[in-house]
């Protein structure tokens, strides 16, 4: 794991902007893997404002998100879908048809999780893989016990996720209870890997990551085995470690 410092929220996400902007200078046509949530906010108005000032194209690039609730339409506000539209696609020059989120407004959630794995391996996997980390350690919804080598697939959010997630819903009970995402052997597969850690809520979770074991109760463990993980956290979330 490499480490990079950052003073605050702001700098942090101006670094994973440059980190994308690099990649996509040597390679346009990269594919690069989204997270959503609070973290990559910043990431996002960093890439936007970039945009405006032409230093870089999305036109040649394809992106794979995460994850993804299940029953959710992607014209609800709370879909995954919707946030990226509003954070980022709407605003650069990726086509429509190169964003791709795993589909939870299916009858055939199966299918769904196949079919994104084949769009992953025909766009010729991801070359960069933006996440975050919940503060069970999770990685996409890969929560605590998931097998390692699991791959796209369904799964039930934990009550604590739901309950972290609760704030963007009316109620506890609107969240949804089952969610598409990656598994963590896609982003094991991920060329490389850029984790964003924020703020003093997550020095904990950051502290686990960097002195304990790799353990499957720990999802995000996994990435000490990664040649290639860049994380970037700030102040806040540096603050548990020695
Ligand atoms: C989002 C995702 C999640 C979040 C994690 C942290 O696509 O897969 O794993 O990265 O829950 O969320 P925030 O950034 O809101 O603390």
């Not at 995460?66 to 879908?81: C, F, M, Q, R, T």
């Not at 890997?193 to 904990?204: S, T």
Request: some cysteine; overall charge negative; charged content about 20%.
């Amino acid at each position: 794991l490499t480490m990079e410092k950052a003073q605050d929220y702001k700098e942090l996400s101006q670094m994973a902007a440059e980190k994308i902007i690099t990649k996509l200078s040597h390679k346009p046509e990269a594919v690069l893997g989204l997270a959503t949530g609070s973290t990559p906010v910043g990431l996002y108005e960093a890439l936007v404002a970039a945009y405006k000032e032409k230093r870089f194209s999305l036109a040649k690039a394809t992106t794979f998100n995460l994850d993804e609730y299940v029953g959710i339409h992607p014209s609800d506000e709370n879909s995954y879908a919707y946030y990226m539209n509003q954070h980022l696609f709407s605003q650069v020059d990726l086509p429509e048809t190169a964003a791709h989120l795993p589909n939870g407004e299916t009858a055939n959630l199966e299918a769904a999780c196949t079919k994104y794995e084949q769009q992953i391996a025909s766009a010729g996997g991801i070359d960069l893989q933006v996440i975050g980390i919940g503060l069970n350690g999770h990685i996409g919804f890969n929560e605590p016990y998931t097998p390692f080598e699991q791959r796209t697939h369904v799964v039930e959010l934990d009550k604590t996720t739901r309950e972290a997630n609760a704030r963007f819903f009316p109620n506890l009970e609107a969240v949804p209870t089952h969610a598409i995402t990656m598994g963590i052997q896609n982003i094991m597969e991920s060329k490389e890997v850029l984790l964003l850690v924020a703020g003093e809520q997550k020095a904990a979770v950051l502290e686990r990551l960097v002195y304990g074991d790799v353990t499957e109760a720990f999802p995000a463990s996994i990435l000490k085995e990664h040649p290639n993980v860049t994380i970037i956290a700030d102040q806040g979330a540096l603050s548990g470690l020695k």
